[in-house]
């Protein structure tokens, strides 16, 4: 496999006020604390004397990019984020920053929130919008059944409720 790898498609640009203020966080955290402390460690590490077999200065190294990697990646991210904090104009059809809940074929039922793709998190019931799930229930209504094809293959899931929470819920 070479190096040159396809472009991913462009994610949404989408963000929820909280999500944003996570993002702030992370790049803050990063550049305030945990950028200079791995950069003292490296270089205590490179004060050491021979760098080519010194694993704290390899991997001081290494931490380094990764952290710089992070940081302008969010520098470049964060201005071109649309923050949606307000609900939509027709809250009973599913737009993103909805809590969905679904009724699987089994008859499971479970509850989705629709986020931005910096935002999700599974764990919660958080779903990137760039999801199929997501993108299949994006303007559907109570009662509405949503057919998507997922990883695991074709499921069958009907809407049973669709609320909005306000912002510092």
């Known amino acids: 496999m070479g ?3 396809l472009p991913l498609p462009p994610s949404s640009k989408l963000i929820t006020p909280g999500g944003l203020q996570k993002l702030r966080a992370e790049l803050d955290h990063l ?23 010194n694993a704290e200065y390899i991997y001081g190294k290494k931490r380094l990019r ?46 989705y929130r629709i ?9 919660q019931g958080w779903i990137s919008i760039d999801s199929p799930l997501a993108r299949a229930l994006l303007k559907k209504t109570v009662d509405d059944e949503v057919l998507v094809q997922l990883p695991g293959g ?8 669709i609320h909005y929470r306000t912002a510092g819920r």
Not at 36 to 50: E, F, I, N, R, Y
Not at 115 to 123: A, I, N, S
Not at 154 to 161: A, F, M, N, Q, S
Request: without cysteine.
């Open 3 to 5: 190096r040159n790898r």
């Open 115 to 123: 986020v931005g793709p910096d935002e999700y998190d599974p764990d």
């Open 154 to 161: 074709e499921h069958r899931y009907i809407v049973t409720g």
């Open 31 to 53: 550049w305030r604390v945990e950028r200079p402390k791995v950069t003292q460690a490296v270089s205590d590490a490179a004060a050491q004397g021979d760098r080519s077999e």
């Open 66 to 111: 990764e952290i710089d990697r992070r940081v302008r990646y969010l520098q470049k991210r964060i201005p071109d984020l649309n923050v949606v904090d307000r609900p939509p104009d027709d809250p009973s059809r599913v737009y993103f920053g909805a809590w969905v809940r679904l009724e699987a074929e089994n008859t499971n039922e479970v509850e």
